[in-house]
């Protein structure tokens, strides 16, 4: 299994481009989620999935749409890229229920908004 | 979710045993406690988790106080690939559920 894929592993936009982060899981995971990571900071949860479907609103939702079409795929939207965007960007995925202790985690997409 | 409190550093000398605490004075009966480690900005990786009774695994070993409002991560071994940081969560088990990772305990082991 590859397990948690990300793409693309670093990026530089410009105020006001927009994009798209992809994130891919092969363990047929019913629920994934995005993180964002700034500087020596923990990591803020910014929308999550509990199948496909199915998304909700985490701690820090503003300027970011999900999708939910397939069990694998999670890709996160920068409606209109700003400079506090600017930060590391993790995707997860986990079983739901008790074997939900683990979360398996993506290598991360690092993002500069310039 | 329950707040946690960590210290944000410690040293520790490589193949002695690294003991990380955790402050939960907060915690409710239905929640575990869960560690994971983050590798210098890899995504976060699991390491173990219990409710009441201390767990080891091939990783780590989990000693949950009787009170359940603190608890320690052991490494019994620490290796210079240990450096990391890491961060203990309280949280429910529960469908849909996620964590909340706080600034965590940053790890250095020393040769």
């Known amino acids: 299994n590859a397990g948690v894929t990300q793409t693309p592993k670093f990026q530089v936009l410009k105020t006001g481009q927009s994009m798209t982060l992809q994130c891919a899981q092969d363990m047929n995971h019913e629920y994934m989620s995005w993180y964002r990571q700034d500087p020596g900071m923990g990591l803020r949860l910014i929308h999550y999935?509990?199948?496909?479907?199915?998304?909700d609103q985490g701690e820090v939702p503003n300027g970011y749409n999900v999708s939910r079409s397939t069990t694998e795929d999670f890709p996160l939207r920068l409606l209109s890229a700003a400079p506090s965007q600017t930060s590391v960007y993790f995707c997860?995925?986990?079983?739901?229920?008790?074997?939900?202790?683990?979360?398996?985690f993506g290598p991360g997409t690092r993002l500069t908004v310039t | 979710d329950a707040k946690t409190t960590q210290p944000p550093s410690m040293d520790c000398a490589e193949g002695r045993a690294a003991n990380l605490p955790c402050n939960h004075s907060t915690i409710s009966g239905n929640e575990y406690v869960y560690w994971y480690r983050q590798i210098h900005s890899q995504g976060p990786q699991y390491i173990i988790h219990g409710l009441k009774n201390n767990e080891t695994n091939e990783m780590a070993s989990l000693i949950i106080t009787e009170d359940r409002k603190s608890s320690t991560l052991i490494l019994p071994h620490a290796t210079l690939r240990d450096t990391a940081v890491y961060y203990c969560?309280?949280?429910?088990?529960?469908?849909?559920?996620?964590?909340?990772f706080g600034p965590g305990t940053r790890l250095s082991v020393l040769p």
């Open positions: 997860a995925s986990s079983s739901p229920g008790v074997s939900s202790y683990e979360q398996y």
């Open positions: 999935s509990v199948g496909a479907g199915i998304t």
């Open positions: 969560i309280v949280r429910v088990v529960n469908y849909g559920q996620n964590f909340v």
